[in-house]
């Protein structure tokens, strides 16, 4: 994550003001056994393009957060915070009651299987929260319920599914100014992600103390769905402006619930919200477009010609301003003078749009003036901005 130890920048607490600012800290997720799990058979359903060689992840993973830390980054690991917080009580049964839900193991399970999984050592917990559990798993170390739904499942099945997409933490929290987004995810593969995030920045104690001063909530995590929003779509450009891409996991309607809730707050002035293609090729805004300085950006060549909205605060309470633009190569707050890079493949072929198409643009800019790279198809995914101070220039 990125921000200002408390004392430093007026004595801001947690914060992002810039995509392109210094990285103070941020949080990553070592690859774990929810990787090992992806096979043939299931990697489109859990929204992976390939089975990773894992080792090879850890190696790449454990290097690239060595390079944060020599930066002077503080690095946080998501597993340890989501340990941290289940050792809270309330976060814990917060947790509990969301993924135990009669709604998916039928009213003759979900009583047993929370009551095996309160009793988890908390580590054990955390691990098969994530790293999933199968029924011949589950049942190595607990009675069977008297249920149809557990019953009918073979051995092999998750009872708990892998969340393999936890390697990529800023789709499912995004700081932006003076406040976190707890993201409601488009797709079955990532929902129960939300909740674990919930789980930590309602009552770790990094985020419930001292340290983090005040900051606000911009969303109610899951419950907002299907207004869905994920962090890859959100980029925070500084001077009260944030560029939204409104992409095939990004809704209109929660951009303007986003906006209100900034502009309520007087941390926001300006949302620009780009009408994405709403394909997998083009699957979050951040592999399209990376900003990596204050008015230069990297954008796929195969982009192509977008509509946007301009959404400003209204004349009375709870009203918006919105502002049309017919389709052009970039429209900005104000308009702001950018410089684009164009990279990737510079037209849409069917062999660049196999993937994400545009996965060449994906950049982290770590500190100023020199962007650290990376790509979604690789074994290390670019690292979530949490907290930022304000962008500072060499």
């Known amino acids: 994550m990125n921000g200002a130890p408390r004392g430093e920048d007026g004595g801001m607490g947690f914060h992002v003001d810039s995509e392109a600012g210094r990285l103070r800290r941020v949080i990553l997720h070592r690859p774990d056994l929810e990787l090992k799990r992806l096979t043939p058979g299931n990697k489109d359903a859990l929204l992976f393009d390939d089975v990773l060689w894992v080792r090879r992840a850890r190696e790449e993973h454990d290097g690239f957060a060595d390079v944060l830390r020599e930066r002077g980054v503080e690095v946080h690991f998501f597993g340890d915070l989501l340990r941290e917080a289940l050792d809270v009580p309330v976060a814990r049964r917060l947790v509990l009651d969301r993924v135990f839900d009669e709604k998916e193991y039928g009213p003759l399970a979900t009583e047993h299987l929370r009551a095996a999984f309160e009793e988890l050592p908390t580590a054990e917990l955390a691990g098969a929260l994530v790293g999933g559990m199968t029924k011949r798993e589950f049942l190595e170390g607990h009675s069977e319920p008297t249920s149809v739904r557990f019953h ?135 592999t399209v477009m990376t900003m990596i300085d204050g008015d230069t950006f990297t954008q796929y060549a195969g982009l192509g010609m977008l509509r946007s909205y301009t959404i400003e605060p209204g004349d ?79």
């Open 152 to 286: 009918v499942m073979d051995l092999d099945d998750f009872l708990l599914a892998p969340l393999p997409n936890h390697l990529f933490t800023r789709d499912t929290s995004a700081w932006i100014y003076d406040g976190v987004s707890i993201n409601a995810m488009r797709w079955p593969a990532r929902q129960r992600e939300t909740v674990h995030f919930e789980a930590i920045y309602r009552h770790h104690p990094l985020f419930t103390g001292a340290e983090a001063g005040v900051f606000h909530h911009w969303s109610e995590g899951q419950d907002d769905y299907p207004s869905t929003i994920e962090g890859g779509d959100v980029l925070v450009i500084g001077q009260g402006a944030v560029l939204i891409g409104m992409s095939e996991r990004t809704t209109p309607q929660a951009v303007e619930m986003l906006a209100q809730g900034l502009f309520d707050a007087g941390s926001a002035r300006t949302i620009v919200a780009l009408d994405m293609p709403k394909r997998r090729a083009f699957m979050h805004l951040d």
């Open 316 to 394: 009375g309470p709870r009203e918006l301003k919105v502002t049309d633009h017919p389709p052009s190569t970039c429209t900005g707050p104000s308009p702001p003078r950018w410089d684009l890079i164009p990279s990737g493949c510079s037209r849409l072929s069917r062999t660049c749009t196999r993937r994400s198409a545009s996965s060449g643009t994906t950049a982290a800019t770590c500190w100023p003036s020199s962007p650290g790279w990376s790509s979604r198809t690789s074994a290390t995914p670019p690292p979530t901005r949490i907290c930022a101070s304000r962008a500072s220039r060499s």
